[in-house]
């Protein structure tokens, strides 16, 4: 256990990277308050935290929802104290040719992965700033860098909220609070759970003639949570601007 016991808030805490995230720093003796829409998820993250070492507060939210933002933090901080993480990592991605998606899909990515963030980042910002120390951690994906086709609105959504994480890192500058891009390569979730298999497939034959997805390995949850926790322990003099993780190719024979 650290020597300090820090609050953090991980938003989409109810699987995949975002539940492997809030047991990591769960595990380091923290209180970890637990956002995201499915309340029994939420609830068996907690059970994960607790028997870790963490102490849990499970809460819905949904990132798209202003109101809900503001509640979700308010209660946080009522319960838990002054929140001194935040990691932003609830996000979707709606697969399928650019023209035939409907604009509420893209809307509905564009919320939630990228003014959802931000709406979450500028609601504990005033009070870390205050304080003169914080950490703010922005999920991203390598689509951020090399996006991909069929995944346009995703793509766009990822990059945006690196290009406002960089712009944030250098509004951030002297105030002791620090913004940190985890950047994510593909990693074995239920991401794609809504995706039907004749799209997974379909993707996956498509992807590696533009140079993506040549191998088919996936990172652990644990994996990405690592960096994670790597950032937002990094001591005072030491700022982790960006960190991509991305799963080894397939060793030689
Ligand atoms: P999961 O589908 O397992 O988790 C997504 C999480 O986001 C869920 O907990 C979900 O919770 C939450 N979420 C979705 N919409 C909302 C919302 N409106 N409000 C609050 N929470 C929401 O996928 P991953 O764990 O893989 O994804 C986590 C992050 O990692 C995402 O930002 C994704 O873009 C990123 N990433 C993932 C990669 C991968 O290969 N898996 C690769 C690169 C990046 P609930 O449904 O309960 O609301």
């Not at 001194?84 to 564009?110: S, T």
């Not at 949570?225 to 799963?247: C, K, N, W």
Request: negative net charge.
């Amino acid at each position: 256990m650290s020597s300090e016991s820090r609050v953090a808030i991980v938003t989409g805490a109810s699987s995949g990277i975002g539940r492997a995230i809030a047991v990591a720093l769960g595990s380091l003796g923290w209180k970890i308050a637990l956002g995201g829409r499915r309340a029994d998820k939420l609830d068996e993250t907690a059970g994960l935290v607790s028997e870790n070492g963490g102490e849990a507060f499970p809460r819905t939210l949904d990132v798209t929802d202003a109101v809900s933002i503001d509640a979700f933090v308010t209660t946080v901080a009522d319960v838990m104290g002054p929140v001194d993480v935040l990691v932003n990592n609830a996000g979707i991605a709606i697969p399928g040719p650019f023209w035939e998606l409907a604009p509420e899909q893209l809307e509905r990515e564009m919320r939630t992965n990228l003014l959802g963030p931000m709406l979450c980042a500028r609601r504990v910002l005033g009070p870390m700033i205050q304080r003169g120390r914080g950490d703010v951690v922005f999920v991203s994906s390598d689509t951020a860098r090399a996006p991909r086709p069929r995944m346009l609105g995703y793509s766009a959504t990822k990059a945006g909220i690196e290009v406002a994480a960089r712009a944030l890192v250098m509004e951030l500058e002297g105030t002791g609070v620090r913004a940190t891009t985890v950047r994510v390569g593909p990693t074995l979730t239920d991401f794609a759970s809504e995706w039907s298999s004749e799209q997974v497939d379909d993707l996956m034959s498509y992807w590696p003639k533009y140079g993506i997805q040549r191998h088919f390995n996936t990172l652990h949850p644990d994996d990405v949570a690592r960096a994670v926790v790597y950032a937002v322990t990094s001591p005072p003099g030491v700022h982790v601007d960006l960190i991509e993780v991305q799963p080894e190719a397939p060793t030689e024979p």
